[in-house]
């Protein structure tokens, strides 16, 4: 059996659609479907009895509005099956196929965590993400994984996803197949669609990085891991430092949700290989010019990565 949880605040214009990308299952008789409700201003009711005839689906309930980390993981305290599929209550599954595939790739693989590719929706441009480390979406989980290693989300609103699957991947191979599970699709309501997430998100960003490294020391992680995703956050950090400081009276925020950042970098700098100094840098400053989605992602030669650094204290 298979748990779907779908965290969802004030979604009741959209989860239909999800949950019908649901229905449409090849394995929906190996479902259990969640929707945990975030303290919206009205309950499910509706939404479960319509799909009880054909899903095995249920409400529970968030004692205050807390964001989908906290959500995501109140349904996975409610629930029970062997493996854990998460989906956005303003997303679809790609086709019919798409829970089977994770399924029988991570029971023929016997892994841990199996990760598709997902599409994601931007206006009329579609972006194909995969060997992704970072989104819930496209991702099969092994439940027995996660209570053994005890990674669980944390309380965050933002980013809380960076957190969980860091961690996660610090425990674990990351496991990847090329086929398209998931559409995050593009809900110009939802909060890190907004163009204030791309500046205030670091917050949470940050920090959730930070979280994963203290629990991965906790665990014994990797330190190479560890250490590449500390320099690819550095330079994330660093370059939307340079594209916002034209643009926000606030920017400077981000030198202080970066301290402690700073300081796990400084003491993990000496394990990153010439290869990912290589290769990091041109890979982040795509994905950075992806997701502002702005031909004015220029970087300044007067301020360079080590200055930056320098001015964090």
């Known amino acids: 059996m ?14 239909c659609e999800t949950l019908f990308s649901i229905v449409m299952q090849s394995v929906r008789d190996k ?16 939404e479960v009895k319509k799909f009880s005839k054909v899903l095995n689906i249920k409400e529970v309930k968030t ?31 790609y086709n019919y ?3 089977e595939t994770l399924y029988n790739s ?3 693989r016997d892994c841990d965590i199996v990760s598709g590719t997902f599409i994601e929706e931007v206006d009329d441009i579609v972006y194909a993400h995969s060997n992704d480390e970072i989104w819930m979406h496209g991702k099969i989980y092994r439940r027995k994984f996660l209570e053994d290693n005890n990674i669980r989300f944390n309380d965050t609103y933002a980013n809380e996803d960076a957190g969980f699957n860091n961690l996660a991947f610090f425990c674990t191979k990351l496991n990847t197949i090329d086929d398209v599970i998931y559409v995050w699709r593009c809900n ?17 960003y ?20 560890m250490a590449k995703l500390l320099y690819e956050t550095m330079l994330e950090v660093y370059y939307r430092y340079v594209f916002f400081r034209k643009k926000e009276s606030t920017v400077d925020d981000i030198l202080k949700w970066s301290v402690d950042l700073k300081k796990y970098y400084l003491k993990y700098a000496d394990k990153l290989s010439p290869a990912v100094k290589e290769q990091c840098p041109l890979l982040i400053f795509e994905n950075l010019y992806k997701t502002i989605g702005s031909s004015e992602v220029v970087l300044d030669n007067d301020l360079s990565f080590n200055k930056f650094l320098d001015m964090i204290d």
């Open 63 to 93: 004692k205050k509005n807390s964001g989908p980390g906290v959500a995501r993981q109140l349904g996975i305290d409610s629930s029970y099956s062997p493996y854990i599929v998460f989906i956005d209550a303003d997303d679809v599954f």
């Open 206 to 225: 940050t920090y959730n990085i930070c979280w994963a490294i203290k629990c991965g020391e906790e665990r014994n992680a990797n330190v190479y891991k």
């Open 2 to 15: 298979i748990d779907v949880i779908i965290p969802a605040y004030n979604a009741h214009k959209t989860i």
């Open 31 to 46: 479902l259990n479907v969640y929707i945990v409700n975030d303290c919206s201003d009205t309950d499910y009711k509706k």
């Open 97 to 99: 196929m798409s829970i």
């Open 106 to 108: 991570i029971t023929s």
């Open 188 to 204: 110009k309501n939802s909060m890190t669609r907004s163009s204030e997430y791309n500046f205030w998100g670091i917050e949470g």
